[in-house]
């Protein structure tokens, strides 16, 4: 298989009632434009089981498969459970640690997600010293950086896309205060990511950031905050090489 | 947007209320707004970001204003658009 895969997404979308019925006349026309579309976390206001509702109505039954992590503001009613629930009854896959495959006509997309956490990026991130609580953040961070990289590892697909709530890299923060980055994202997100070979890192979290970055490997970045895209969604173009090609590659890379 | 700076709180002062407000916006259970920018100019509270509707916008100004009564407050917060993209990202 080879051509291209079309990924629309975004994410902080914040649904409560006051924003029901934004979004949907947006996707419209899905079908015709993308194979799959991301949520890139915070999909509600305040984490209830009312607005998770509401987000089923907006995203559920697309024409397109759904795939989605949660965000902070979805944890804000200690209610997780019962809102994956509430979306999976609605066809949304919400990943946290773990991945799914989409068969496109391009090829295989495979999906590996988290929330993600902060901590803050190499050089001047936090570290498991001293009081509990700090060994408890960074901690956090680490496991959820962790089962994505694990994820992304071990999908079998063609192309394969990351995709957090929390920021992996400095670089889609541009616009940030420079104080808040620890709150905002953390490099372990941008090791895991570089421990698979990702083509695409998919984020929201950060409102007043920058669309575009690169992981340390090379992996694009996109941060796709609904305040920073100002639109429905973005839509990603990505190729899938095929087979052929890649052994013509490999073979000049032996020869070359 | 700006209303009258007379009976607000000292300039030295509004660092703390620059920091309440920026903790009322988002911690205030009918608000949970992180996205909205705090700062102040000489005696003016400035609050910039982008929220998902007007309501939100409506909603922020008047528990700020309520909050801090006479304050000097300047707004842009915009309301997000929801259209479609014109065109893809064709990535490399």
Same mark, same amino acid.
């Given at each position: 298989?080879?051509?291209?895969?079309?990924?629309?997404?975004?994410?902080?979308?914040?649904?409560?009632?006051? @924003?029901?019925? /934004?979004?949907?006349?947006?996707?419209?026309?899905?079908?015709?434009?993308?194979?799959?579309?991301?949520?890139?976390?915070?999909?509600?206001?305040?984490?209830?089981?009312?607005?998770?509702?509401?987000? *089923?109505?907006?995203?559920?039954?697309?024409?397109?498969?759904? @795939?989605?992590?949660?965000?902070?503001?979805?944890? /804000?009613?200690? /209610?997780?459970?019962?809102?994956?629930?509430?979306?999976?009854?609605?066809?949304?896959?919400? %990943?946290?640690?773990?991945?799914?495959?989409?068969?496109?006509?391009?090829?295989? %997309?495979?999906?590996?997600?988290?929330?993600?956490?902060?901590g803050?990026?190499?050089?001047?991130?936090a570290t498991a010293f001293g009081e509990p609580e700090m060994k408890a953040f960074v901690g956090a961070s680490?496991?959820?950086?962790?089962?994505?990289?694990?994820?992304?590892?071990?999908?079998?697909?063609? @192309?394969?896309?990351?995709?957090?709530?929390?920021?992996? @890299?400095?670089?889609?923060?541009?616009?940030?205060?420079?104080?808040?980055?620890p709150?905002?994202?953390?490099?372990?997100?941008?090791?895991?990511?570089?421990?698979?070979?990702?083509?695409? *890192?998919?984020?929201?979290?950060?409102?007043?950031?920058?669309?575009?970055?690169?992981?340390?490997?090379?992996?694009?970045?996109?941060?796709?905050?609904?305040?920073?895209?100002?639109?429905?969604?973005?839509?990603?173009? %990505?190729?899938?090489?095929?087979?052929?090609?890649?052994?013509?590659?490999?073979?000049?890379?032996?020869?070359? | 947007?700006?209303?009258?700076?007379?009976? =607000?709180?000292?300039?030295?002062?509004?660092?703390? #209320?620059?920091?309440?407000?920026?903790?009322?916006?988002?911690?205030?259970? =009918?608000?949970?707004?992180? =996205?909205?920018?705090? +700062?102040?100019?000489?005696?003016?509270?400035?609050? +910039? =970001?982008? #929220?998902?509707?007007?309501?939100?916008? +409506?909603?922020?100004?008047?528990?700020?204003?309520? +909050?801090?009564?006479?304050?000097?407050?300047?707004?842009?917060?915009?309301?997000?658009?929801?259209?479609?993209?014109?065109?893809?990202?064709?990535?490399?």
């Amino acid at each position: 298989m080879s051509g291209m895969v079309r990924i629309a997404a975004v994410g902080d979308v914040h649904i409560a009632e006051d @924003v029901a019925g /934004q979004f949907r006349p947006g996707m419209a026309d899905l079908a015709e434009r993308a194979d799959v579309l991301l949520l890139a976390g915070d999909l509600t206001r305040f984490g209830t089981p009312d607005e998770a509702r509401l987000v *089923a109505a907006e995203f559920g039954g697309l024409p397109v498969p759904v @795939v989605a992590v949660l965000g902070n503001h979805d944890y /804000q009613s200690d /209610q997780v459970p019962e809102l994956v629930s509430i979306l999976a009854d609605a066809g949304i896959t919400v %990943l946290e640690g773990d991945s799914t495959v989409i068969d496109t006509p391009a090829g295989r %997309l495979g999906i590996a997600g988290t929330k993600g956490f902060g901590g803050g990026f190499a050089g001047r991130c936090a570290t498991a010293f001293g009081e509990p609580e700090m060994k408890a953040f960074v901690g956090a961070s680490g496991a959820l950086a962790d089962r994505l990289g694990e994820a992304l590892r071990s999908v079998e697909c063609d @192309v394969r896309v990351a995709l957090t709530h929390y920021a992996p @890299v400095p670089d889609t923060l541009a616009g940030e205060p420079l104080e808040i980055y620890p709150f905002l994202g953390s490099y372990l997100l941008a090791q895991a990511i570089d421990s698979a070979p990702t083509v695409l *890192a998919v984020h929201g979290h950060a409102h007043y950031g920058s669309e575009r970055g690169m992981t340390p490997g090379g992996v694009l970045v996109r941060n796709v905050a609904h305040p920073v895209i100002r639109q429905a969604y973005s839509l990603f173009h %990505l190729d899938v090489p095929s087979p052929v090609t890649e052994e013509l590659a490999g073979a000049e890379r032996a020869t070359g | 947007m700006t209303t009258p700076a007379t009976g =607000g709180p000292p300039t030295g002062d509004l660092d703390y #209320v620059e920091a309440e407000v920026r903790r009322l916006l988002a911690e205030d259970p =009918g608000i949970g707004e992180q =996205g909205i920018e705090v +700062r102040h100019r000489e005696r003016v509270l400035v609050l +910039r =970001g982008e #929220v998902e509707s007007p309501g939100r916008r +409506r909603e922020i100004l008047r528990t700020v204003r309520n +909050r801090f009564p006479g304050l000097a407050l300047r707004a842009d917060i915009s309301v997000s658009a929801t259209h479609p993209p014109d065109a893809p990202e064709e990535l490399p």
